[in-house]
């Protein structure tokens, strides 16, 4: 939960998938505007692992980089805005948003933090560290997670789900550890920047009610349409 807010319970599993393209799409618009080579443009590389990773079909990518390009429809305005506050509770949120008005989304912030608390710039964010994230599966049952970590550069590592492994790097060294890990067995799956909070608050700190208080409010943040990544500050 102290990395990335996944949301859960998604009633319409076609319509989260929906949503979830269109963040997607929105994400390799922009890095696209730096050049429609992938081999060129690291940024463009991983929006597009991430949206193959999530089935995104072929057509939808393929027009998000070239409008993101500017070979179709005219020029994308997206700019990137991030808010910071406390959900109820005063669990410490970070929202990034893609957005191409950012009154609207200045608006729905203020509205969705009325049960929390909206911060200025630097309320929250001092306690997360900016890291690169890549994710990451062994290649065969001799890939060792740790002497990995040491030869491609990566800062830490620790077990992910499934047998999976999550590297973590400075935001400089993201695209570089990630085309190091194959040398050394694992297979990239995903590679992003992230906010990785330093002293999470603990989920046993909370009531049942509380934390209900704290995933609704973490839920209503995510299907605003502007918003593209929630990082919270709460751990195990």
């Not at 630097?122 to 890291?131: C, Y």
């Not at 509380?210 to 709460?234: K, P, T």
Request: with cysteine; proline share 4%; charged share 25%.
């Amino acid at each position: 939960m102290g990395a990335q807010w996944k949301s859960k319970h998604k009633a319409d599993a076609a319509a989260a998938k929906g949503k979830l393209f269109t963040k997607l799409a929105k994400e390799v618009m922009v890095a696209a505007r730096n050049g429609a080579d992938p081999a060129m443009n690291s940024k463009l590389r991983m929006a597009i692992e991430a949206s193959r990773k999530a089935s995104m079909p072929k057509e939808t990518l393929e027009r998000a980089i070239k409008k993101g390009a500017g070979l179709l429809d005219g020029p994308v305005n997206y700019e990137h805005v991030v808010y910071e506050g406390f959900a109820p509770h005063q669990v410490p949120v970070i929202v990034e948003c893609l957005t191409d008005n950012k009154n609207r989304s200045a608006q729905s912030m203020r509205i969705l933090f009325r049960k929390g608390q909206l911060g200025s710039s630097g309320s929250v964010s001092w306690d997360f560290k900016r890291l690169g994230q890549i994710d990451a599966s062994p290649a065969n049952a001799d890939a060792d997670i740790e002497m990995a970590a040491i030869e491609a550069g990566a800062q830490d590592f620790e077990p992910g789900e499934d047998g999976d492994a999550v590297f973590y790097t400075e935001m400089t060294d993201l695209d570089l550890v990630a085309k190091a890990l194959p040398e050394f067995g694992f297979t990239v799956s995903a590679a992003k920047l992230i906010y990785k909070p330093n002293n999470p608050l603990s989920m046993s700190s909370l009531s049942a009610e509380a934390l209900a208080e704290v995933e609704h409010f973490l839920e209503a943040i995510e299907d605003d349409d502007d918003v593209q990544h929630v990082y919270v500050g709460l751990g195990e």
